[in-house]
């Protein structure tokens, strides 16, 4: 592939090598440091000049660190006089700041697309947005993956006659049903109300469930207080077995051990798009990888073709 430059910043390597390889092009080097003021500085080391530059860098912790990495990526690829360039978001974690619900509070899923608009991003392909709105936060063309495929090709190895896809909340039943017509089967989603950022409660859940195979999905799991408390419902109800999966596994403050902890649960199934360190893995873990989808998105961007076909293939 021809006049095509595809930087990483330091969130995430091992997963941008990965796409590099699917796309059969290199990962260009680049050059993060630091001076004594504690300021940044960004070298990107290839040329990009009039070249389709993407840079990938998902924004993980610590989140603030990657942002202004991503933002002075940007500034350097246009400085360079690149052609275009689009920021590769696998995980775009201030989503999930996307509504004004307390007086004075800001809107950061807005104010951090508008920042990347400025230091220079032409496009961005993100994966999995937290909510439909947060697509409508960004001033430049937005193409928007999903996940879903990944998982519902990992779940057919398994018996489904007796399973139902249940969403956690009313929020996520949308992407849940459609997960649930991928497989085939029934959808159920939870009551939820949350009052604090690690406090939920589930008061029921709405479906079919009793006596049967569980897939518990969510978008991602951070502190995994929703999930904790969904599976204490399905307990109450009687369900036959339990699997857990999200697209996002953020696993933060021990989620991954509490969650893979429940005897009950057989199975925890995340994607690739933000790390997970090899000493917080537990046996129940599963990582796809969504290297592929991401290379073949980054190739139809560049090549003027259709990215919203790839769902409907």
């Not at 994966?127 to 999903?146: A, R």
């Not at 408390?229 to 036959?240: H, M, P, Q, S």
């Not at 051990?257 to 649960?265: A, T, W």
Request: charged fraction near 25%; proline fraction near 5%; charge should be neutral.
């Amino acid at each position: 592939m021809r006049d095509i430059a595809v930087f990483s910043g330091s969130a995430h390597p091992q997963l941008a090598a990965e796409i590099c390889a699917n796309l059969e092009v290199p990962l260009d080097p680049v050059r993060v440091s630091r001076f004594a003021n504690d300021c940044l500085e960004v070298q990107l080391q290839a040329n990009c000049r009039e070249r389709d530059v993407f840079l990938i860098q998902p924004l993980v912790r610590p989140v603030q660190e990657n942002l202004v990495e991503l933002l002075l990526m940007l500034d350097a690829a246009r400085g360079a006089s690149a052609a275009r360039t689009t920021v590769v978001l696998p995980h775009y974690s201030y989503a999930r700041s996307d509504k004004k619900d307390a007086p004075r509070i800001s809107i950061g899923g807005r104010l951090v697309a508008d920042l990347m608009a400025t230091a220079g991003a032409d496009r961005v392909l993100a994966m999995t947005l937290h909510s439909p709105q947060v697509h409508g936060f960004f001033s430049v063309p937005v193409d928007h993956l999903h996940a879903l495929r990944e998982l519902a090709g990992h779940f057919r190895q398994y018996d489904l006659s007796n399973t139902t896809v249940v969403s956690p909340d009313l929020g996520n039943a949308k992407e849940a049903s459609h997960f649930a017509r991928l497989l085939g089967v029934k959808v159920a989603a939870g009551a939820k109300q949350r009052f604090a950022d690690d406090k939920v409660s589930i008061s029921s859940v709405i479906g079919e469930v009793a006596g049967r195979d569980i897939i518990v999905l969510d978008d991602e799991i951070a502190k995994g207080s929703t999930v904790i408390e969904l599976l204490a419902r399905l307990r109450e109800i009687g369900v036959r077995s339990i699997r857990v999966a999200c697209t996002h596994g953020l696993f933060s403050n021990g989620a991954l051990k509490r969650i893979g902890d429940q005897p009950d649960v057989l199975e925890i199934v995340c994607t690739n798009t933000v790390p997970v360190p090899a000493e917080e893995r537990t046996p129940k873990l599963t990582v796809l990888s969504v290297a592929p989808a991401l290379a073949e998105a980054m190739r139809r961007i560049h090549n003027g073709e259709s990215v919203s076909a790839l769902f409907d293939a």
